[in-house]
């Protein structure tokens, strides 16, 4: 298969708007497809890349390439360049990675560069593309999309069943089951603006808290002990607390669902950067376990010595987690089983405060009689954290691509340094609606002083409230710290470049 059968189809996805179509879109690329490529295929269409991480930045992209007058670039010869860029190391990594990357730009078709730059970036978004996906997957071999919704869901990702499926047929779908060993995808929250909303959506249920620390999901068969991450990677021998603590449990199997978090010696949480690069080192474990304790706290259970439980309700998931782990092993929780209750109510209200005050990140509101629906973001999860708003100052702003192109997008965001100058803090393109892209082009242009390649930087006068669910350590940025999923809310023309928030005003929303 060629990267422009895939380029031709995303486009033509973003340009239809009945579901029907977008399934069939799909359906039709899939048939297409090997059953070795189609992995890459699906993975590409949701944005993301088998690599990860390639080590390209936006200005490596940002170089012109004279496009290729006809589509001969196959699939696997994509992913076998990226595959390449992503293993460079060490002297010269990026002259080599712009050498690799230029030379398959080069063999790209203008819509083939505009969907690599989309994909490379970030910018490649196609909405709820695995449902639709799922869909068109069934709807090409001819199966009910309910029966490939529950394999991808044991099958750990879209990948593996649509593999399967189209080398083996319908059968394939028996081999997809709960098995102590493999992960399958977590399932995920919706959100809700605050706890009494989301007692009022859910009915019955239960308020947890919400940890900021990894998710894992923690699987023991017999004296083996495997960790993964929510992405399902295998992170087993990073964590032997984990390992020790879960081989202690009273059960000869058992797959548990949970966060990895740290506390300080106050016993509060320790940032997230924190126990993420604690997670994420390749190090010594050892010396990493010394320096930084981790402990997991658990909050569902997906099946114990070899019995399914994920179609049992939530209420019933729990009571068998409680048998078979420790209280101190188990997130904090408080049942509303009278949700009119202004008792229960207040107390649900109460709990969550309690939490925040601890120095976590919110609650998770869970329906009592839910079941797992592993990979979904479900509407029986509501998740209710804080949002904090910032005043920044537009410090630049990229060129979009994509739908975006011809307007500025990316903003870099700054706040005020006591003297009056700016310290960068991040950047967003996420909250911008067209008429919003449309309006702050003309702007910013209208601010410009140095124009660039990848976009223009600008007086410091533009003022946009931004959404943040917190911070991060940062050795990139002037201040020490990055902005955590930043969003745009809405632009401050009532507000001047002095009135918006200083660097101390950031540093406040540090835990």
């Not at 859910?202 to 929510?230: F, M, W």
């Not at 409680?322 to 229960?344: F, G, K, T, Y």
Request: aromatic share 4%.
């Amino acid at each position: 298969m060629l990267l422009a059968d895939i380029a031709r189809t995303s486009r033509e996805i973003t340009t239809v708007t009945a579901r029907k179509e977008k399934v069939a879109l799909l359906a039709e690329l899939f048939r297409a497809a090997s059953p070795a490529e189609v992995p890459v295929v699906v993975t590409y269409l949701a944005g993301r890349l088998p690599q990860r991480r390639t080590g390209v930045g936006y200005r490596t992209l940002s170089s012109s390439h004279p496009p290729s007058p006809e589509a001969r670039l196959t699939i696997a010869e994509v992913d076998a360049a990226l595959e390449e860029i992503a293993s460079v190391r060490g002297k010269g990594a990026q002259t080599e990675r712009k050498r690799l990357l230029d030379a398959l730009m080069s063999a790209a078709t203008e819509e083939e560069q505009d969907f690599l730059f989309r994909l490379l970036t970030g910018e490649l978004r196609q909405g709820a593309l695995d449902a639709f996906a799922v869909e068109g997957l069934a709807e090409a071999v001819s199966v009910p999309s309910g029966q490939v919704r529950r394999a991808v869901m044991f099958g750990g990702s879209l990948g593996a069943v649509a593999s399967a499926l189209l080398a083996e047929g319908p059968s394939a779908l028996e081999e997809f089951r709960l098995q102590t060993g493999r992960p399958v995808q977590p399932m995920l929250a919706q959100s809700a603006k605050n706890v009494l909303e989301a007692v009022d959506r859910l009915g019955p249920c239960a308020v947890e808290e919400k940890l900021d620390g990894i998710r894992v999901q923690v699987h023991k068969d017999g004296e083996s002990v495997g960790i993964y991450t929510r992405t399902l990677d295998d992170i087993t021998a990073r964590l032997p607390e984990v390992s020790g603590a879960v081989a202690a449990l009273p059960v000869r199997q058992v797959v548990l669902d949970g966060e990895v978090t740290a506390l300080d010696e106050d016993g509060r949480p320790r940032a997230f950067q924190e126990v993420s690069q604690r997670v994420g080192s390749h190090a010594d474990v050892t010396a990493a376990r010394g320096t930084l304790p981790v402990t997991p706290r658990f909050f569902d259970v997906l099946s114990v010595d070899g019995r399914d439980l994920v179609d049992l309700d939530a209420a019933q998931r729990h009571e068998a987690l409680a048998q078979v782990v420790p209280e101190s092993l188990r997130v904090r929780r408080l049942v509303v089983a009278r949700p009119q209750s202004d008792e229960e109510r207040s107390a649900a209200e109460q709990f969550a405060q309690r939490v925040l005050d601890q120095g976590h990140e919110g609650v998770v509101v869970k329906a009592l009689d839910s079941a797992y629906t592993a990979g979904r973001r479900g509407a029986s999860w509501l998740k209710v954290k804080p949002v904090f708003t910032l005043d920044l100052v537009v410090l630049a702003a990229e060129w979009g691509h994509g739908r975006r192109t011809g307007r500025l997008s990316n903003l870099h965001l700054g706040a005020r340094w006591p003297g009056g100058s700016f310290a960068m803090l991040g950047k967003t393109f996420k909250g911008l609606t067209d008429e919003l892209l449309a309006w702050q082009t003309g702007e910013l242009l209208a601010i410009a002083e140095h124009e660039h390649r990848w976009g223009v930087t600008v007086r410091p006068e533009l003022v946009v409230e931004i959404a943040v669910d917190g911070l991060q350590r940062s050795t990139r940025y002037p201040a020490g710290v990055t902005l955590r999923f930043a969003r745009v809310v809405r632009y401050r023309p009532d507000k001047s470049a002095a009135e918006a928030d200083t660097v101390d005003d950031v540093l406040v929303l540090r835990r």
